[in-house]
Every structure is written in C-alpha cells, then in structure tokens.
C-alpha cells in the first residue's frame, strides 16, 4: 500500500479524543458525609473525604465557618463516622476504622503490619482530639457525662475522664443504643442471629430487662418523651427468606410499645397484607421518631412507593403525611418536634430536593427549588437547614438553607482550583426499552466534540441494586466516584449511558421487586439488552464500539452482558462483580427440605455469567481487592480460571488486602487509570 493511501486510511478512522481534564482532577473534590445538628440546633459537624484524608469538620452559628477539628494526614483508608455531639456542643465522639469481618479484623488497606483497630474517639470543639477505646457506634448520655459504645458486641463505655470498660456481658450482639430521656437507662438491639430482642439497661441498679421478647426480629427502639415506654418495630420470623431476589409480599411487620419498667409490650400497629407487607427502612437516625402530640413518624409502602405516615399512640389510627407519586429518602425532625424535614424525588424522578411537612396540619412544602440535588437534611434551632447538596457539575458540598430559602455554601474556597466544573457535561434524562418492554430510566452523557461523527459508546450499571442514579453527583462517595468516572469518559469522546435497572430505588415497589431479579432469573438482562439497543439505535454511536462497566450488582450485570452477548458488548471492566450467586448465597432454603434447595441453586446458577462461559468471547478488566466484605474474592478467582480455560483475553488487578468500597484514594485512581486505557484500547482503534 503506497503512502498515499495509509494517510487517507489514517484519517478515515476515529481519533481518540483528548480530554479537557485528567481522571485525577475529576476525582479531586472533596466529599461531605455524615451530616448532624447539635443537640441545640446551633452548630454542625460532618466529615471530609479530601483525596483520601478524613477529617471531622465543624461550624457553628452565626457565621457557620467551618474548621477541621481533627487533624488526620494521610490517606489511610480508615473510615470515620458515627458522629454523636455532646449535648453542650463542646464536642463530638466519632468512629474512626472500618467494621471488622467474621474473624474480627478491622480493613488494613496499607497492609501496616501492625494492624488497624476501629476506635471510639473524642473530639473537643477547641482541643486536642483523644482516643477513648476500642469500637464503634457512640451513644452520649443526655447530661453529657457519660459515653456508651459497642466493642465486639457487648457495651462498653466510661464517664468522660475516666477509663473504659465493659458495662454488660451478654449473650448476643449490641447495636442502636437508645438513651431515656432522664439518662437514668439505655435501650439498645440485642440480636441474636435468626432473632433479636429489644433491651433495657437500669445504670442505678445494673439490671437488665427484655421487652416482650419472641422468635421474631426486634429493632429500630424510641423511647417516649416522658421516658416510660418504649415503641419499636416488630419483623416477623422468616426462616425461609431469600436475600438475592424479589421480596414484594411477606408476613407484615408491625410496631409494638412496651413499658419500659415492666417489659410488657402490646401491639399498636401492623402493615396490611401485600403491597407494604414487608419493611422497607428510610434514612434516618431511627426507623421511628417519637414526636409531639404523642405521635410515631415511621416508613411505609402501602401505597407502592416509600412514604411517611404518623401513628397516633392512643388509639393506633394512622395518617398519610407524604401523598404523591415519589418516594422518601432522608428523614429528621426539626428540634420542637413539630415538623419533619426530608429528600424525596417529588416531581423530579431521578433528582433529589428538601420538603418539609408539619405533623399537625398542612401539605408537605418544597424547600430547595431548581435543578441540583439536596439531602441529608439537619434542622436547625432557627428555622434553618443544614444540608449536602450538588448538582450536575458541581459535586457534594456542606451548605446552609436560612429561614429565606437560600442556599450558602459552608466553604466554597475547598474546591480545588483545578476541579474541572465547566468542562463537565449535563446528562440528559432518557428512558430505555428493555427487551420485555419494561421502561428504564438512565442518564445520558453526550462528548461536547463532533456529533455528526459515530462515537464510541459505554453502558453502565450501578450496584447495589438498591440504588438510584441520578441527573447529577452523587449523595454516595461510591457513585460519586463512578459519576467523575463517567464524566470523563465523555470528555474523551464517548457516548455514556448510565442505566437505573430494574431492581433499583426511586421507582416504587413494583419497580424495585420486579420478578426474577438476580440469583431467581436475571431479568434484568432485558435492560442490558435494551441499553445495548438503545445505543446501536443511534446515529452517533459506533455499534462495533459499544462496551459495558459496573462495579459490585453492575459488576454482575457488566459480566453477565458480556457472557451472554458478546456480539453487542465488545469490552468490559468488572469491579468486584458477581459472577456465580451460589457464592453468595447464605440461605437458600430451610437445610430440611433438599429439593427446594437444589432447585434454588439451580436457578442461581443459571443466573450467573458463569452458565454462560461458553459464549463469552469479549476481553474484560477484572478488578477486586482480596479483602472484599461484600463480594466474595472467589467470585473473581473462580472467573479468571473460566476465562483461561475458555481462552478468553483478560487483565486483572487485585489490590491486598482492600475492601469492596475501595478505601484508598489511591486505589480508587488506579482503577480509573487502568479502565480508562483498557477501554481505550478496545473501543478506541
């Protein structure tokens, strides 16, 4: 072939678009979490997530200025959260370390040989912060002198000045520690594997009680306001529950009060049969908020969709307090108790927004207009909200909503001056057909270059599958990070399609329990077919260049399009993926009965991209950390021997002793590296 010709083939091909920004400036942004009010409604305190460095921020009225009261360094990979303020707001007590596995070790990502621990912490508004011990979950006693905490199970705690030590040796492991309004008892979550009991602590007399204790699951405890008795919810005893499919209908749980001297409890309330039957949890500091007017705030799908109702404690009636077609998310009651603050999707499927209702009369009333995305609503003493909020370009930041209604950020100086804000796209809102006819929501990324030409196009699912993606960043660092990751694949020219399957959050129950999901028949493979086809449809994108990314369920879903239609994905990258549920699974079945056992692992694997080996053909990029708490490592190990067998080209990346939400920031931008110059060299001629 003369010279002539190589030139003029040269030009026919698509180029490799140059990006405006790099993965590390996408990436670079600082990220909030764990928002709280101070028990008097005049300071906040969150934490930030700055490149790895976590630290505890503060700010306090009026000026609301921020300042770090911890003074972390590096990127350690240990977690902090927990946040609970000492009543006075002088200071916070926090978690700093990630949950310990099965074997009670806590996530070493450095691979320190000597190890981590998860830790109770002490941090004085103006001070240095402390260690107090060895655990997590921090609960303050209402007078501010003394500190509870969980440490392999059982309570631990001190008065402040004093030293640690295990407070009650029980059977069972502790969680949700509920103070009484007096100080004078604690409530807490005794579970006890296939059941759980709701406890009571005497300090005075050091005795401890059971409240209506049965075969069911007990959790979720609030005490009542004059601090003699306690309201809980109630799930039925479902030995033969599932956890990888469907569960649209099942025993209804309800709520129950019991008196916290005696123990005797009764029923006040119980969930309807079908639609609602089986809990459903909002995001809030406890599934029950005792409000004014002797009242219970709680979480209900009677209606298909995620609402709040209030019970009535005298007589158990019950009324509707978020009507509409929309669902709650985060949920907190203003200081007085007199009106909730929360996140929903009401009139913006796929954003999230502020309301507030007030529980005596009214319709809920819409706090944050426009098109960016609120949550983590924390009410303040002064009619005001502390809030998270983003939008499409720019991502999570801390902020105050004042009685007017506007929004101030807390430190607009945080964002790097490299962040790449105005070089982002907007993602467009499409709907998807799946191959069943099902309709799906997904963002649409589109490269700001020559739309005239045909691009290379990425599909991606999220995991979860109890998740949402939206219009925008993300209120969950993981999709946070996935959401900058999508981002720059379309500075780099690609046509990204982010795809809400089925099986996700924000649609209603039907949506979110479709049949056959998962390990029970994969159903959603008809929305990876629909996303295919979506995008071979258009006149933009290359159907030769069309691949897929996911990690954890859409590392699965990643996998399964790749086993099972490699003709219309021509590459992938699998972080963490589910490759054969019966991994997985922890119980299928009662162990009595064989055959229903069998026919459950049966179609599990029949699920699985592992049935469909034989027909995957497309190279893939297979990342995990070996640590992994979520998805079992196997899942990978078991792949990569398939794939060799099959003869089906591969890379990996395993990162020692990294968990399944990779701790490290370091980690997070070697796997958006090695994507990036995997997928380029696949989709990319």
């Known amino acids: 072939m003369n010279r002539l010709k190589w030139i003029l083939l040269f030009c026919a091909l698509p180029l490799l678009a140059a990006p405006s920004f790099t ?51 590096k990127d350690d990979g240990q977690e902090i959260g927990e946040i609970a303020w000492k009543p006075d707001g002088s200071a916070v007590v926090f978690t700093r370390g990630g949950e310990p596995n099965g074997h009670g070790v806590v996530p070493n990502p450095l691979s320190l040989t000597s190890g981590e621990r998860q830790e109770v912490w002490i941090a004085p508004v103006s001070g240095t912060p402390a260690r107090l011990g060895d655990g997590h979950s921090p609960a303050i006693s209402p007078d501010g002198s003394t500190v509870f905490w969980v440490q392999n199970g059982q309570i631990w705690g001190m008065t402040f000045g004093g030293h640690p030590s295990q407070w009650i040796h029980a059977r069972g492991s502790a969680s949700e520690i509920r103070w009484s309004p007096d100080g004078s008892r604690f409530a807490f979550t005794s579970g006890r594997g296939d059941h759980a009991f709701i406890a009571v602590y005497d300090l005075k007399g050091k005795a401890l009680r059971f409240l209506d204790p049965s075969a069911d699951t007990d959790q979720s405890p609030v005490w009542s306001p004059d601090g003699k008795k306690i309201a809980f919810i109630r799930l039925p005893a479902s030995p033969t529950e599932f956890e990888f499919g469907p569960k649209p209908t099942g025993p209804p749980w309800s709520i129950r009060i019991a008196d916290a001297a005696t123990g005797k409890g009764r029923e006040i309330w119980r969930a309807q049969a079908g639609m609602g039957s089986v809990f459903r949890p909002m995001q809030a500091e406890n599934q029950l908020l005792w409000v004014t007017g002797d009242h219970l705030v709680f979480p209900w799908e009677r209606d298909g969709c995620l609402h709040l109702y209030s019970l009535t404690v005298a007589n158990g009636s019950v009324r509707l307090l978020t009507p509409g077609d929309f669902e709650i998310e ?21 954003r999230r927004h502020l309301w507030s209702v007030a529980l005596e009369r009214g319709a809920p009333r819409r706090l944050t207009p426009g098109a960016g995305i609120e949550w983590a609503p924390a009410p303040l003493q002064n009619g005001g909200v502390a809030l998270l909020h983003s939008d499409a370009r720019m991502p999570a930041r801390a902020a105050i909503l004042d009685s007017a209604g506007t929004v101030r950020d807390l430190a607009p100086s945080a964002m790097p001056a490299t962040f790449p804000s105005a070089a982002l796209v907007e993602p467009q809102p499409v709907i998807v057909t799946a191959k069943d006819g099902l309709r799906i929501h997904g963002q649409l990324f589109l490269p700001s270059d020559d739309a005239a030409r045909r691009h290379a196009a990425v599909v991606f699912f999220h995991g979860g ?55 029970t028949g994969a159903s959603e493979f008809n929305d990876v077919l629909g996303a295919a086809a979506f995008l071979r449809g258009r006149a933009d994108v290359d159907a030769a260049r069309v691949g897929v990314w996911g990690g954890s369920y859409g590392g699965y879903l990643t996998a399964l399009a790749l ?21 997985e699974i922890t119980k299928p079945a009662p162990a009595r009965d064989a055959e229903k056992r069998k026919a459950i692992e049966r179609i599990a694997f029949e699920s699985s991209p592992m049935a469909s080996i034989a027909t995957w053909r497309s190279p893939v990029l297979l990342i995990q950390g070996d640590d992994d708490r979520t998805v079992a490592f196997a899942q990978m190990v078991q792949l990569v ?21 990779f701790l490290l920031e370091a980690d997070w931008l070697h796997a958006f590296h090695a994507a990036d110059d995997f997928l380029a060299r696949h989709l990319k001629p």
């Open 330 to 350: 985060d949920v907190a009651a203003t200081p007085d108790r007199k009106a909730l603050v929360f996140s929903s999707n009401q009139d913006d499927a796929d």
């Open 23 to 73: 993965v590390d400036q996408v990436l670079s942004a600082p990220f909030p979490d764990d928002l709280i009010a101070s028990p008097k409604g005049d300071a906040i305190a969150w934490v930030l997530n700055a490149s790895g460095v976590r630290n505890v921020m503060v700010a306090r009225a009026p000026a609301w200025t921020p300042h770090a009261i911890t003074k972390f360094t």
């Open 641 to 661: 021997e398939a794939l060799r067998k099959q003869g089906v080209p591969f890379e990996q990346i395993v990162f020692p002793d990294e968990v399944h939400d």
């Open 465 to 519: 599958s109890r998740r949402q993606m939206l219009l925008g960043w993300h209120y969950m660092f993981y999709y946070s990070q996935t959401y900058a990751f999508n981002e720059y694949l379309a500075s780099k020219g690609y046509v990204v399609l982010s795809i809400n399957y089925r099986g996700g959050i924000g649609y209603g129950e039907v949506f979110r329990e479709a049949p056959n999901l998962g390990a």
């Open 563 to 583: 086993a099972r239609a490699s003709d219309l994905f021509a590459a992938g990258v699998d972080l963490h993926g589910v490759h054969d549920w019966n991994l």
